[in-house]
């Protein structure tokens, strides 16, 4: 019996253990700017998204000329917003400003987390969505999903424009109308959501794989990592107590096999993730370059855990090993 309780302690140490190596890294990357920064920063070297990228922001600012304007007049104006997007990847400010989108990103994904564990989701109908109730008994769709935040890109490229326009008459009014054009506002009906035209939904996580609920209770209880190593930590002391004297390697083994487990497991899951199916254009070569990114500051992770597991696991045999050999040696004598 005391045997049995052993095991079962050790096995929930060694859960919590990597749990709480998992929650450490997760709460640094949700909640500091640094890992995001770290890992998504090469996403704006993606010849893809590098492509895609002078594109997706000449529409938005193209979307925003006045209908009013005279055909050759619009059509010039577009020809000076396609060639300021065209060497938007190519400027000097294009760092600093790919650094600004990510972090309002990282903002924008906990402010709606937060918000989704304050009000409660439900089903809304929209990918990655859920359901929230504002004060006046109304549903308003809240989505849980990262959402790439482009306003600092297409502040560069409009600025971009202005330099362009600079030696037109009136061209500076011009590029600050638009500027005008593209800032969310009351009445745009999106206020509710925090959604714009900057807003680029990248179904990460993919809510068709992962429930809204997990998401939502896992982020908001990042937090109390330390109190799962410290429970780790005490779980296998006793796990130790409980065992009779002649296994005393026996709960090491089991929580080592376990942590190694959760290494795996881990390893296996991160290996398999892929953008939602339904995504195109902007939104999956983002989305692809930030799953990729998180794969590569999580694996290094999973290794710690399927080595640490492994040395704990050979740690309990060799204890086992000389408690028995103890043994034998006491009953010879």
């Known amino acids: 019996m005391r045997t049995v309780l052993s095991i079962l302690l050790a096995v929930l140490a060694g859960l919590l253990a990597a749990l709480s190596l998992v929650g450490a890294r997760a709460e640094s990357l949700v909640y500091t700017p640094g890992p995001l920064q770290q890992i998504?920063?090469?996403?704006?070297e993606d010849p893809q998204l590098q492509e895609a990228l002078p594109g997706e922001i000449s529409a938005l600012v193209e979307d925003q000329l006045p209908e009013e304007m005279p055909?050759?007049?619009?059509?010039?104006a577009s020809g000076l917003v396609a060639g300021a997007?065209?060497?938007?990847?190519?400027?000097?400010?294009f760092p600093a400003a790919w650094s600004a989108v990510l972090e309002e990103t990282r903002l924008d994904w906990v402010s709606r987390i937060d918000r989704l564990a304050t009000e409660g989701t439900t089903p809304a109908?929209?990918?990655?969505?859920?359901?929230?109730?504002?004060?006046g008994g109304a549903e308003?769709?809240?989505?849980?999903?990262?959402?790439?935040?482009?306003?600092?890109?297409?502040?560069?490229?409009?600025?971009?424009l202005a330099e362009a326009l600079s030696g037109v008459p009136g061209g500076e009014a011009v590029a600050e109308m638009l500027r005008e054009g593209l800032t969310p506002g009351p009445g745009s009906g999106n206020e509710e959501?925090?959604?714009?035209?900057l807003s680029v939904d990248l179904a990460v996580p993919d809510p068709g794989a992962v429930p809204m609920d997990a998401v939502v209770l896992v982020v908001d209880n990042l937090y109390r990592w330390p109190w799962l190593a410290g429970t780790?930590?005490?779980?296998?002391?006793?796990?130790?107590?409980?065992?009779?004297r002649r296994r005393k390697g026996t709960p090491l083994f089991v929580a080592g096999l376990a942590v190694l487990a959760a290494g795996g497991v881990s390893r296996w899951a991160l290996g398999r993730m892929e953008p939602a199916t339904d995504l195109e254009g902007i939104a999956r070569v983002a989305a692809e370059s930030l799953l990729e990114g998180i794969r590569d500051y999580a694996m290094p992770d999973t290794l710690i855990l399927i080595v640490g597991g492994g040395v704990v696991a050979a740690l309990g045999l060799l204890v086992g090993l000389a408690s028995g050999l103890g043994s034998r040696g006491r009953a010879g004598h």
């Open 85 to 93: 997007a065209s060497g938007l990847v190519e400027d000097d400010r």
């Open 125 to 135: 109908g929209t990918s990655g969505a859920g359901g929230a109730v504002d004060g």
């Open 232 to 244: 780790a930590a005490v779980l296998t002391l006793l796990a130790l107590w409980a065992a009779p």
């Open 40 to 44: 998504a920063a090469p996403m704006s």
């Open 193 to 197: 959501t925090g959604e714009s035209l």
């Open 71 to 76: 055909g050759f007049v619009q059509s010039a």
């Open 140 to 160: 308003a769709a809240v989505s849980g999903t990262v959402h790439l935040q482009a306003a600092p890109l297409v502040d560069l490229g409009l600025d971009r």
